[in-house]
């Protein structure tokens, strides 16, 4: 038997299915540097100060900007985490601990499920016994984000604790530390890059919703006064504008995409950056 | 006189329908050190779990029988198993410093979450436990490094020095030599002859050798019966039991 000539022909087996990987890898990347340029190239010369300042244009108007969705974006998208990502990450805590208990059962499967409900169904679901019932508000709007929020980040949490193997949890056990401090002050602080990077995906994930937002918070030609008025946001006047057949407003709708596209990394280096300084501080 | 610091009544566990113990009585004396032997699964890490109240933290483990510690029952339903815990301190069969936390914090979070919260007393017992378990020389100017940093040995004794820090006066250990490498074990093992005079030691061992250095008395164990339970030098030389007889010499 020629050894040497199998050895060659596994050698280059070997490189091309490694270089095949890298192929696959570096193609499913290029979508997202195409999006990131078009959106720069379109986007960028749109904005300005008073694309931060002003209200949107009326067709035949040459100045404006997104002020008012941009606001409402933060409001909508900042209460929905607010309350969202405490009760999910409880959620989390609870699917993680107690994997057997009959509730945490069914609840996991509620989650699981609610996953992959389309955010538009969730959308008309809160239009039908929210909005019908007090009308189109921002606390319509953050409701529907909080139940698609709610469920990605409980899922992430879940997993994340999960992989935390149980002797950790039982050596803070044994220095006499009850069970809900060892999860809150030891598990959970320890495990805190993880669990955030999980809230990261799912904020990036709400903050672009649509869908959900048109039959709730509807939206608003003017800043809204209270959380209980309809509320302009990013998302809904992309949508509107870029079907609008007015040049002046679909730019406004590129320069739109361009702040939330930026407002999401934005948050995701924020995040990374204040856990590195808050590494630095604790462990050199 | 002897002063039997634990004494174990009549000990049974169970996880779900398997026995893991039956019918084990123990006494344990203050100040010594003693050893768990016996093959796998006969119930020895079992024991020990069972007299800190580890045991019940298991998916469907419950057990029967008494454990004394300074003649009252830990398992009395007034007692606080957060409380007996901090009495009787655990080391791991594997090192567990805690994810994330400094080689500091490991040691602190014991005292911290248990109310101390001043400094110059925490700083104090850190030092104190650290040089204890013979970790401070290496550890003192990076005190802030994570505790994952250390190598696998250092790491043990960092979580015996975590257990010492809350001033147990019972440590078990559960096999807290069989992940290292025989120069850290030569360490742990040192290290347990000079805690020795402030702690009252329970040690699970898979090795023979080990258990002849260390301890003071042995427990042998087989399928969660308590075979024999003898001064070490007796043990080696004359045991009691055939079984033990035929387990030490290697007929088993």
Redesign the interface.
């Known amino acids: 038997m020629n050894r040497p000539f199998f050895y060659q022909v596994r050698k280059f087996y070997n490189k091309s299915i490694l270089l095949l990987i890298f192929l696959l890898s570096f193609i499913a990347c290029v979508p997202f540097f195409f999006i990131v340029f078009f959106v720069f190239q379109k986007g960028l010369g749109v904005l300005n100060l008073s694309f931060f300042t002003q209200l949107p244009p009326t067709p035949d108007e040459n100045y404006g900007g997104l002020a008012n969705g941009m606001v409402g974006s933060l409001k909508i998208v900042g209460l929905a985490c607010l309350l969202g990502v405490p009760w999910a990450l409880f959620l989390g805590v609870f699917l993680s601990e107690k994997p ?1 208990h009959k509730i945490a059962q069914s609840l996991r499967f509620v989650v699981d499920l609610s996953i992959s409900v389309p955010s538009i169904v969730i959308g008309i679901f809160v239009y039908s016994f929210l909005v019908s019932l007090f009308g189109f508000s921002a606390y319509a709007g953050s409701f529907a984000l909080l139940m698609i929020l709610i469920p990605i980040v409980a899922k992430s949490t879940e997993e994340i604790l999960k992989m ?2 149980h ?2 949890r ?9 069970k809900w ?1 060892v999860i809150f ?2 598990i959970l ?5 993880m669990l955030l990077s999980g809230v990261i995906l799912a904020l990036a994930r709400i903050a672009g919703e649509t869908a959900p937002l048109l039959f709730t918070a509807l939206g608003n030609h003017f800043f809204s006064k209270s959380l209980g008025e309809p509320t302009a946001t990013l998302p809904v006047q992309i949508y509107e504008f870029s079907k609008s057949g007015f040049p002046n407003l679909e730019n406004m709708a590129w320069g739109g995409a361009l702040v939330l596209i930026s407002f999401v990394f934005l948050i995701n280096f924020g995040i990374r950056f204040f856990l590195f300084l808050l ?1 630095s501080r ?3 | 006189m002897k002063k039997t610091l634990i004494e174990v009544k009549n000990l049974s566990a169970w996880f779900k329908k398997n026995q893991a113990l039956s019918e084990v009585n123990v006494e344990i004396e203050k100040n010594k050190v003693v050893a768990i032997i016996g093959p796998s699964g006969c119930g020895k890490s079992t024991f020990i779990r069972c007299l800190n109240r580890l045991h019940e933290e298991v998916e469907g483990a419950f057990l029967k029988g008494e454990v004394l510690l300074e003649g009252k029952n830990i398992y009395d339903s007034s007692e606080d198993p957060a409380l007996i815990r901090r009495k009787i301190g655990m080391v791991f069969q594997k090192p567990n410093p805690f994810p994330g936390m400094s080689i500091y914090d490991n040691v602190a979070i014991g005292l911290r979450l248990n109310g101390m919260k001043k400094r110059s007393l925490l700083d104090e017992r850190i030092e104190q436990s650290l040089r204890s378990a013979g970790l401070w020389k290496e550890v003192k100017d990076r005190l802030n490094y994570s505790g994952l940093s250390l190598s696998g040995g250092q790491q043990q004794r960092l979580c015996i020095a975590r257990a010492l820090a809350i001033q147990p006066f019972v440590i078990l250990m559960d096999e807290p030599t069989s992940a290292l490498d025989p120069v850290s074990t030569g360490w742990v093992e040192e290290l347990l002859q000079k805690l020795k005079k402030q702690v009252t030691v329970v040690i699970v061992t898979h090795n023979m050798q080990q258990a002849a250095r260390v301890s003071d008395r042995i427990a042998f164990f087989i399928d969660g019966k308590l075979i024999e339970y003898n001064k070490t030098s007796r043990f080696f030389t004359k045991p009691e039991s055939p079984k033990s007889e035929d387990y030490i010499t290697g007929r088993f």
């Open positions: 057997q935390i193997p002797h950790i039982e050596a803070g056990l044994a220095l006499g530390i009850p401090k002050r030891i602080p320890g495990t805190l890059t590494r604790n462990l050199s």
